[in-house]
């Protein structure tokens, strides 16, 4: 009963992520780093990066139209007298937006410890972000490489257009207050001093406070009670398996040919469940579920594995509503939203499946 109680403490992690992201975002505490990149950065396409994955840093319901509408306001085409949207060249410039936008906010699922794609199987197998990223560094190596290789080589500065007066004047105290111990939790976190739930659990606390957000019906309506619920079974399906894994060993033994990872019948039937699974529901909460419960049964081992193929298919489901967004926001091809993601994803299966069946 204790073991199942600890388990349980992920939760005040994950209430605390959303939270504090919810009163992010309703407070606008990240504007002040908008501000400074749009000023730092010399090269557009950098801006437009760096603005995107500060955008979407924040695990929220709808991040990508939150980046999206960020993006949209620094393309100029649609304020110009001389640049509207049936101009060539300013369509051309917009459509560009919409494959950074999707890949500067598309590698939180694999690494940020604020994401559910991150905490469900951390919390499935009782280990550190720390030792999740020990893990999946390889796939965050090809993640940003591929990234910065798409970007600054497919396209040239001169093909994006900015609009970069839609900030307003810059706010060191907010920037202090606001974003600054963000990053504090993050690095506390990263350093495994102190857990996920004291850590997150208290900066929530400091965000109530700092924005007088003291109504509790607002502050419940950040959290995703579906998410906590969900989280909540895992946790207790994890201690399960754990407790009962001589059990569930000698189960998948006497069906090994369906169930057992070492056998290639049993690699290709769960492998074809969890990315059909994920494919048809484009959910990355419930992506996070199936990956979590997939690997408190068959171990650490398989995590990579199993986070990729599930990756892969939410990104490319017809129910993952990022990509339309961005076609509505920018105008960008369905084509060349595929044609970015397909070559990013097979290079980061072609890892996965050299690192569990191979090294």
Request: charged residues 10%; aromatic residues 16%.
């Amino acid at each position: 009963m204790i073991s199942y109680l600890v388990a349980q403490t992920y939760l005040i992690f994950l209430v605390g992520v959303m939270v504090s992201s919810g009163i992010m975002k309703n407070h606008n505490l990240l504007s002040d780093v908008f501000k400074f990149i749009s000023e730092k950065i010399p090269s557009k396409r950098g801006v437009l990066s760096l603005i995107s994955l500060v955008g979407g840093i924040l695990p929220i319901p709808g991040r990508v139209t939150v980046s999206a509408g960020i993006l949209s306001n620094l393309a100029p085409c649609c304020s110009e007298k001389n640049c509207n949207e049936g101009d060539k060249i300013c369509r051309k410039s917009r459509s560009k937006f919409g494959i950074i936008d999707y890949l500067s906010t598309h590698h939180y699922y694999l690494w940020s410890p604020l994401e559910k794609t991150v905490i469900l199987p951390m919390a499935a197998l009782g280990i550190t972000w720390g030792t999740f990223i020990g893990y999946v560094w390889p796939l965050i190596l090809i993640t940003f490489v591929y990234i910065l290789w798409y970007i600054f080589y497919k396209f040239k500065e001169d093909d994006i257009i900015l609009n970069e007066s839609i900030f307003g004047d810059y706010n060191i105290k907010r920037f202090i207050f606001g974003f600054v111990p963000l990053l504090v939790s993050i690095i506390l976190l990263a350093s495994g001093i102190l857990s996920g739930a004291v850590i997150f659990g208290t900066l929530s606390i400091y965000y109530i406070v700092l924005t007088k957000t003291f109504n509790i019906k607002e502050i419940f309506s950040y959290v995703n009670w579906w998410l906590v619920g969900l989280l909540s079974i895992v946790l207790t399906l994890s201690v399960f398996f754990k407790s009962h894994s001589m059990e569930i060993q000698h189960f998948i033994t006497l069906h090994q040919s369906i169930f057992n990872m070492t056998e290639p019948m049993g690699i290709i039937a769960i492998s074809s469940f969890a990315f059909i699974s994920s494919w048809l529901m484009g959910s990355s909460g419930k992506f996070a579920g199936i990956v979590a419960l997939l690997v408190s049964i068959y171990g650490a081992h398989y995590l990579v594995w199993f986070l990729v193929i599930e990756f892969f298919a939410y990104n490319v489901s017809p129910a993952h509503k990022c990509i339309p967004i961005g076609n509505m926001y920018f105008g960008t091809p369905i084509r060349k939203y595929f044609e970015a993601i397909i070559v990013w994803q097979m290079l980061l299966l072609i890892w996965a499946f050299i690192a569990t069946f191979i090294i």
